[in-house]
């Protein structure tokens, strides 16, 4: 405060203004404290209460949406096998060729599983997956998600889903790997055993054609050696044979897997040497097939066996002790036995007593009953947990041991068919001289028949029919070129960091944001919320500090007991009453004005204060209350609201008549009852006659008038006072409307003015 020291005097009575906490006027002439950062601290330290439990809410809200939004996917991943060269039965063929075609046919068959053929045949099996049927359009919805994807080089084909469910991402992938080979890979084998069949026909077809001349009167036909059918026709169970004559012994017939002797005779060696190098192959190259599966298979066994002996994880444990409701019932049971059974064996001298022990036995029983019910949930829960790993280890050890049995069919296979091809190239016939030359050539030795000549094209149409229908069958036994090399793989989360940065940084905006909040909501505000902020919104000087709020200051409310707050608040009066008298009424100052910018700022608490403070110091005071609508100072003074102010400016009462004496010395006059008429009157003439006739007896007059905004008569009794003090209240007065009333009082020329401060902090009240 500025001014002297003041003079500490008696707490005033209990119809003076009530007391708190011990709080001190900040020095008046000190430089207000405007820096910003200051003022967001002050407004943070309002709000924190708020701010913690608004902004935990707001936090925990964008938690879990960040959570549920920024959830990293699981992942599951299939492998496809492609074999840079056509592994093949029949021969390798061009091996460069096919390098050269790998590429192609590797974005061939990525592009071949995402098509929608394959899509459709997955969508069948998958249908009822939640995750599937949660998509509006499942095909568009896989098409978008199914990642399918090979380095160049590289034999393996992934396919990659990523989804919020794990068991579903793992049945896609294994429903799309499925629906490829059987759409493709096993389409492809059915279209070469459809072509097989239709080269099958065309074989009976011609080696019937190729019997029936043989067979006819008078064809001839050169030995086995030169190319055409022998005169008794062609061999085999499809071939009609020509009578045997008495006595002669019949053609042998071919045995199965055995060629004719005329299809020997035509195929030539070339045929037998390539049947015995991939015969020959096959013997050297499936035996280590055979070996690299059977370890496949060790592995997959020792794993089944291997699960089966393994503890159950920890996690599962964990997981029935904090979520199955029988386990935590059980265990809430045992630890109530344990409780009463220590307790009581804590009070009592023996402690083998039968009840004691009774407890203990109770403790034992329930002790046992949830290890029992625990023991119980974790063998259900691992064995379904072993049956479905057991499961998916069991379908690929079968699919090892079917691979194991096809190579070693084929195996078994090129072994008996590499002796019988050595034995067919061995039995060949010798290849004939040459021609010596002339147009006939072959049949130089004979001469020229039409009946030959058709019937050496068709065996030549037959001899390729042959060639092409064995190499088919060796193809279509052939291993695909496409296989599954790995299944879905369990899925696995990945990119979890940014899940939990999310989350973090979700929560922390929460209550970033009902900071921010605050402080906007403040600065639009601008409530007055430290000294700081009265200092720098008037230029009035702050005359006094009230460290009390009105109504925590009643005594009727619980604040007034406390005998420490109440001389703190009756203190801050005294010092405002001293500023006032020494300052001013010592300089021919009689009349105070207390008013506010606005309404309930605490200045019936201040007016009524500092009245009774002049009282006591021996001023012969009068109090007068002209908030003629709305009257508060005869509560304070204990006093009913009477004949006052109203009626003597309708001069119905004389005003010795009016004024009330109070217990403390204070003369008292109420604002009595309001009414237009008097509204009318509180101006010009009939004010400033009725103030100087009240001011007549009296030492000071004290008037606690309308908010200085808001009403018109406030103005008119402001401008008779020689003194105006000016009420801020603690987060009610809004910084520019004090500024405004302060820009008002010193327009209208009052010789003193200045602003006291009520609600103020221990340490803005230090003097």
Same mark, same amino acid.
């Given at each position: 405060?500025?001014?002297?020291?003041?003079?500490?005097?008696?707490?005033?009575?209990?119809?003076?203004?009530?007391?708190?906490?011990?709080?001190?006027?900040?020095?008046?002439?000190?430089?207000?404290?405007?820096?910003?950062?200051?003022?967001?601290?002050?407004?943070?330290?309002?709000?924190?209460?708020?701010?913690?439990?608004?902004?935990?809410?707001?936090?925990?809200?964008?938690?879990?949406?960040?959570?549920?939004?920024?959830?990293?996917?699981?992942?599951?991943?299939?492998?496809?096998?492609?074999?840079?060269?056509?592994?093949?039965?029949?021969?390798?063929?061009?091996?460069?060729?096919?390098?050269?075609?790998?590429?192609?046919?590797?974005?061939?068959?990525?592009?071949?599983?995402?098509?929608?053929?394959?899509?459709?045949?997955?969508?069948?099996?998958?249908?009822?997956?939640?995750?599937?049927?949660?998509?509006?359009?499942?095909?568009?919805?896989?098409?978008?998600?199914?990642?399918? /994807?090979?380095?160049?080089?590289?034999?393996?084909?992934?396919?990659?889903?990523?989804?919020?469910?794990?068991?579903?991402?793992?049945?896609?992938?294994?429903?799309?790997?499925?629906?490829?080979?059987?759409?493709?890979?096993?389409?492809?084998?059915?279209?070469?055993?459809?072509?097989?069949?239709?080269?099958?026909?065309?074989?009976?077809?011609?080696?019937?054609?190729?019997? /029936?001349?043989?067979?006819?009167?008078?064809?001839?036909?050169?030995?086995?050696?030169?190319?055409?059918?022998?005169?008794?026709?062609?061999?085999?169970?499809?071939?009609?044979?020509?009578?045997?004559?008495?006595?002669?012994?019949?053609?042998?017939?071919?045995?199965?897997?055995?060629?004719?002797?005329?299809?020997?005779?035509?195929?030539?060696?070339?045929?037998?040497?390539?049947?015995?190098?991939?015969?020959?192959?096959?013997?050297?190259?499936?035996?280590?097939?055979?070996?690299?599966?059977?370890?496949?298979?060790?592995?997959?066994?020792?794993?089944?066996?291997?699960?089966?002996?393994?503890?159950?994880?920890? /996690?599962?444990?964990?997981?029935?002790?904090?979520?199955?409701?029988?386990?935590?019932?059980?265990?809430?049971?045992?630890?109530?036995?344990?409780?009463?059974?220590?307790?009581?064996?804590?009070?009592?001298?023996?402690?083998?007593?039968?009840?004691?022990?009774?407890?203990?036995?109770?403790?034992?029983?329930?002790?046992?009953?949830?290890?029992?019910?625990?023991?119980?949930?974790?063998?259900?829960?691992?064995?379904?947990?072993?049956?479905?790993?057991?499961?998916?280890?069991?379908?690929?050890?079968?699919?090892?041991?079917?691979?194991?049995?096809?190579?070693?069919?084929?195996?078994?296979?090129?072994?008996?068919?590499?002796?019988?091809?050595?034995?067919?190239?061995?039995?060949?016939?010798?290849?004939?001289?040459?021609?010596?030359?002339?147009?006939?050539?072959?049949?130089?030795?004979?001469?020229?028949?039409?009946?030959?000549?058709?019937?050496?094209?068709?065996?030549?149409?037959?001899?390729?029919?042959?060639?092409?229908?064995?190499?088919?069958?060796?193809?279509?036994?052939?291993?695909?070129?496409?296989?599954?090399?790995?299944?879905?793989?369990?899925?696995?989360?990945?990119?979890?960091?940014?899940?939990?940065?999310?989350?973090?940084?979700?929560?922390?905006?929460?209550?970033?944001?009902?900071?921010?909040?605050?402080?906007?909501?403040?600065?639009?505000?601008?409530?007055?919320?430290?000294?700081?902020?009265?200092?720098?919104?008037?230029?009035?000087?702050?005359?006094?500090?009230?460290?009390?709020?009105?109504?925590?200051?009643?005594?009727?409310?619980?604040?007034?007991?406390?005998?420490?707050?109440?001389?703190?608040?009756?203190?801050?009066?005294?010092?405002?009453?001293?500023?006032?008298?020494?300052?001013?009424?010592?300089?021919?100052?009689?009349?105070?004005?207390?008013?506010?910018?606005?309404?309930?700022?605490?200045?019936?608490?201040?007016?009524?204060?500092?009245?009774?403070?002049?009282?006591?110091?021996?001023?012969?005071?009068?109090?007068?209350?002209?908030?003629?609508?709305?009257?508060?100072?005869?509560?304070?003074?204990?006093?009913?609201?009477?004949?006052?102010?109203?009626?003597?400016?309708?001069?119905?009462?004389?005003?010795?008549?009016?004024?009330?004496?109070?217990?403390?010395?204070?003369?008292?006059?109420?604002?009595?009852?309001?009414?237009?008429?008097?509204?009318?009157?509180?101006?010009?003439?009939?004010?400033?006659?009725?103030?100087?006739?009240?001011?007549?007896?009296?030492?000071?007059?004290?008037?606690?008038?309308?908010?200085?905004?808001?009403?018109?008569?406030?103005?008119?009794?402001?401008?008779?006072?020689?003194?105006?003090?000016?009420?801020?209240?603690?987060?009610?007065?809004?910084?520019?409307?004090?500024?405004?009333?302060?820009?008002?009082?010193?327009?209208?020329?009052?010789?003193?003015?200045?602003?006291?401060?009520?609600?103020?902090?221990?340490?803005?009240?230090?003097?």
């Amino acid at each position: 405060m500025n001014g002297p020291s003041f003079a500490t005097h008696a707490a005033p009575t209990a119809h003076s203004a009530p007391p708190r906490a011990p709080r001190q006027a900040a020095r008046p002439g000190a430089k207000p404290d405007d820096n910003p950062a200051a003022r967001v601290l002050i407004y943070l330290r309002l709000h924190w209460l708020m701010i913690a439990f608004c902004g935990t809410l707001l936090g925990g809200a964008g938690a879990f949406v960040a959570w549920d939004l920024l959830a990293s996917k699981y992942e599951s991943t299939g492998i496809l096998k492609v074999s840079a060269v056509q592994a093949t039965i029949a021969g390798q063929g061009n091996q460069q060729q096919a390098k050269t075609d790998f590429v192609t046919y590797t974005k061939t068959t990525s592009a071949l599983i995402k098509s929608e053929f394959v899509l459709n045949a997955a969508l069948r099996d998958i249908k009822d997956l939640p995750t599937i049927k949660a998509q509006k359009e499942p095909l568009k919805y896989l098409d978008e998600e199914l990642i399918v /994807s090979g380095q160049d080089g590289s034999e393996l084909i992934r396919i990659t889903f990523k989804g919020h469910a794990p068991d579903d991402a793992k049945k896609i992938v294994d429903a799309v790997q499925k629906a490829f080979i059987e759409q493709v890979v096993e389409r492809e084998v059915r279209d070469s055993r459809k072509l097989l069949g239709q080269v099958e026909e065309w074989y009976t077809n011609v080696r019937n054609k190729l019997a /029936s001349r043989a067979t006819k009167p008078g064809a001839t036909a050169k030995d086995g050696g030169n190319g055409l059918i022998p005169a008794g026709g062609v061999t085999g169970p499809a071939a009609p044979v020509a009578p045997a004559a008495p006595g002669a012994v019949p053609a042998p017939v071919p045995t199965a897997g055995t060629l004719p002797q005329v299809i020997l005779n035509r195929v030539g060696p070339d045929f037998f040497i390539n049947e015995i190098m991939k015969n020959r192959e096959k013997v050297d190259q499936l035996p280590l097939l055979i070996r690299d599966y059977e370890r496949q298979q060790k592995v997959l066994q020792d794993k089944l066996e291997a699960m089966q002996k393994a503890p159950p994880p920890k /996690s599962i444990e964990d997981a029935i002790d904090r979520n199955d409701q029988d386990v935590q019932a059980a265990k809430y049971r045992m630890i109530q036995s344990y409780q009463l059974w220590k307790t009581r064996e804590d009070t009592s001298t023996n402690k083998n007593n039968p009840a004691v022990l009774e407890l203990k036995h109770a403790y034992e029983s329930d002790k046992a009953r949830w290890e029992e019910i625990r023991s119980e949930k974790l063998q259900t829960i691992e064995r379904e947990r072993r049956v479905k790993e057991a499961r998916e280890v069991a379908t690929e050890l079968e699919k090892i041991i079917q691979r194991i049995q096809s190579h070693q069919e084929q195996l078994d296979h090129a072994k008996d068919a590499l002796p019988r091809a050595m034995k067919q190239l061995m039995e060949l016939p010798a290849p004939p001289e040459k021609s010596t030359g002339g147009f006939l050539s072959r049949f130089d030795k004979e001469p020229y028949l039409p009946e030959n000549s058709d019937l050496e094209t068709v065996d030549s149409v037959f001899r390729r029919l042959i060639l092409q229908k064995e190499l088919l069958k060796l193809a279509v036994e052939s291993p695909p070129r496409v296989e599954i090399l790995q299944p879905a793989s369990v899925p696995t989360q990945k990119d979890t960091k940014k899940q939990i940065l999310g989350t973090a940084f979700a929560s922390i905006m929460g209550f970033v944001l009902m900071a921010l909040g605050v402080l906007g909501f403040e600065m639009m505000s601008k409530r007055v919320s430290s000294l700081a902020d009265v200092k720098t919104s008037s230029p009035a000087p702050v005359v006094g500090v009230i460290p009390c709020a009105p109504g925590d200051a009643t005594a009727a409310q619980g604040g007034g007991r406390d005998p420490v707050k109440r001389a703190a608040t009756n203190e801050a009066i005294d010092k405002l009453r001293a500023y006032v008298s020494q300052t001013w009424l010592s300089r021919g100052a009689t009349t105070i004005g207390v008013t506010s910018p606005i309404g309930d700022e605490g200045k019936a608490f201040t007016a009524f204060g500092l009245a009774s403070s002049l009282a006591q110091a021996g001023y012969k005071t009068l109090l007068v209350d002209f908030d003629l609508r709305e009257p508060a100072l005869h509560p304070y003074a204990g006093v009913p609201n009477a004949a006052g102010v109203c009626e003597l400016l309708r001069a119905e009462i004389d005003p010795r008549a009016a004024v009330q004496f109070l217990p403390s010395g204070l003369h008292m006059l109420p604002a009595g009852k309001w009414s237009d008429e008097a509204r009318k009157a509180a101006t010009g003439e009939k004010l400033e006659a009725l103030l100087a006739k009240l001011k007549e007896p009296y030492d000071c007059v004290v008037i606690h008038g309308h908010a200085l905004l808001t009403v018109a008569e406030s103005v008119e009794v402001a401008r008779r006072c020689e003194v105006v003090l000016m009420c801020a209240k603690y987060r009610e007065t809004v910084s520019p409307l004090l500024k405004r009333a302060a820009d008002r009082v010193a327009a209208m020329e009052i010789p003193y003015s200045g602003i006291v401060y009520i609600g103020a902090t221990e340490q803005e009240a230090l003097c």
